[in-house]
């Protein structure tokens, strides 16, 4: 078996998850293309889409305050560190694999840099890259059990994650909390962009956007690739102008209830958007992407490809946990403090964002797009059910009722497209 690892052969992955095919042909042939997709199992985010349109419809009409300035720029505060744990754990989620000390790790990674730089005096940079590095050095330490010596990745994640909560309580010790002091961090999840931002944001979207299509559309046109209908581009296009006009518009509304107007983009947005991308470009653009998604698909076919599968799950496991400390990073700049508790219950609505939003527990298929839209279903589930003043125990079994349904949808997927019922 030959697996196809050229990047000048990689998919625009926007235009798969709307319409694309994979052949040439107008735009009638790349839906009828798409819909067979669909009708095979393939679907994509397109259910978790729909869950969006559907809660949005409901917390609109069942709460007056849903649908208004505040609360949408909260939604997005709210969502980010869960967008970002999400998006780390479809790095692991496309090998087949797990990390269930994902949240801890980046608990642990914020509580070594508070420490240093609030107990030891160390400069606010070099503690944060301290933090970092401890995310790194986990990340290659369950790399080299689940690689090297073979051991299930849920039982030495499940492991950290156990072991790591004590590792906390050492490093925060006695206080138990410490307050974050530095402005730049702060921002994060505490300012906004100017009115005028969020239009230069917009703009550089669109910008970057059709830039990587025309780029990919030159290198398959070398590569011998067929392109898809041009007309997919401009839907594309529209799509980001639309939708991304549509929150900005809202995002620069002012939400104060005092004479101080407070409006604009919150500054967290550009930031997990950046990353977004970046992590999109690796996975869809670059030769490590493509082994990903062969490994997952199958790791005996892809390590007879001549493909190097240990090492290729050792950084996937490192990116991983790397990320995992930015998604715990993003949660303390919201509380503006650190104790020892940070990260440890997050951990399974990432795998629940990841699940919902179509990536695939069995491996190989799902995108960081599809991890974000996930982890927006449920803090949308969260923020709603909290206007409607609902008990915690509501908002848990709604999550773990959505999760289990993503999971059968995903099961049932897989059947459809030819796989094996597991008994």
């Given at each position: 078996?030959?697996?196809?690892?050229?990047?000048?052969?990689?998919?625009?992955?926007?235009?798969?998850?709307?319409?694309?095919?994979?052949?040439?042909?107008?735009?009638?042939?790349?839906?009828?293309?798409?819909?067979?997709?669909v009708r095979g199992g393939d679907m994509g985010a397109l259910p978790a889409i729909g869950g969006l349109v559907a809660l949005s419809i409901l917390f609109t009409v069942l709460s007056p305050y849903f649908l208004t300035e505040r609360n949408f720029a909260n939604l997005f505060n709210q969502a980010a560190p869960l967008v970002m744990l999400g998006m780390a754990l479809v790095f692991v989620l496309l090998l087949?694999?797990?990390?269930?000390?994902?949240?801890?790790?980046?608990?642990?990674?914020?509580?070594?840099?508070?420490?240093?730089?609030?107990?030891w005096a160390?400069?606010?940079?070099?503690?944060?890259?301290?933090?970092?590095?401890f995310g790194v050095a986990t990340g290659a330490l369950i790399g080299f059990f689940v690689a090297r010596i073979g051991i299930p990745s849920f039982v030495v994640t499940l492991g950290l994650f156990l072991g790591f909560q004590g590792l906390a309580l050492i490093v925060i010790g006695e206080g138990g909390i410490y307050r974050l002091q530095v402005p730049e961090l702060l921002a994060l999840q505490n300012r906004n962009l100017p009115v005028w931002g969020g239009w230069v944001m917009l703009a550089i979207m669109l910008a970057v956007s059709a830039a990587t299509s025309f780029w990919d559309r030159s290198r398959r046109t070398r590569a011998g690739v067929p392109n898809r209908a041009i007309s997919l581009v401009w839907i594309k296009l529209a799509v980001i102008a639309v939708v991304g006009g549509v929150v900005v518009y809202?995002?620069?509304?002012?939400?104060?209830?005092?004479?101080?107007?407070?409006?604009?983009?919150?500054?967290?947005?550009?930031?997990?958007?950046?990353?977004?991308?970046?992590?999109?470009?690796?996975?869809?653009?670059?030769?490590?992407?493509?082994y990903l998604y062969a490994i997952g698909g199958n790791a005996e076919a892809a390590r007879r490809a001549g493909i190097k599968v240990r090492w290729v799950k050792w950084w996937a496991f490192v990116i991983c946990s790397t990320l995992a400390v930015v998604s715990a990073l993003f949660s303390v700049t919201r509380v503006?403090?650190?104790?020892?508790?940070?990260?440890?219950?997050?951990?399974l609505s990432g795998v629940a964002a990841a699940v919902v939003g179509g990536v695939s527990l069995f491996g190989g298929r799902g995108r960081l797009v599809h991890a974000a839209i996930g982890a927006l279903v449920i803090a949308m589930i969260t923020n709603g059910l909290g206007l409607l003043g609902l008990p915690a125990g509501i908002n848990l079994l709604v999550t773990g009722g959505v999760l289990i349904l993503a999971a059968t949808v995903?099961?049932?997927?897989?059947?459809?497209?030819?796989?094996?019922?597991?008994?």
């Open positions: 078996m030959t697996i196809d690892t050229r990047t000048d052969a990689s998919p625009d992955p926007i235009a798969d998850d709307l319409i694309g095919s994979g052949v040439e042909g107008g735009l009638g042939d790349q839906v009828q293309a798409w819909w067979q997709r087949g694999e797990i990390d269930l000390s994902a949240g801890v790790t980046g608990g642990v990674g914020m509580a070594i840099f508070v420490v240093l730089a609030s107990v160390v400069p606010w940079p070099i503690a944060l890259l301290a933090g970092f590095a809202f995002l620069n509304l002012d939400r104060s209830s005092s004479v101080n107007p407070v409006q604009g983009v919150p500054i967290i947005v550009p930031v997990t958007l950046v990353i977004l991308w970046a992590g999109t470009f690796v996975l869809d653009r670059t030769k490590f992407g493509r503006s403090s650190v104790d020892a508790t940070v990260g440890r219950d997050i951990v995903d099961a049932l997927s897989r059947l459809r497209a030819g796989g094996e019922m597991r008994v």
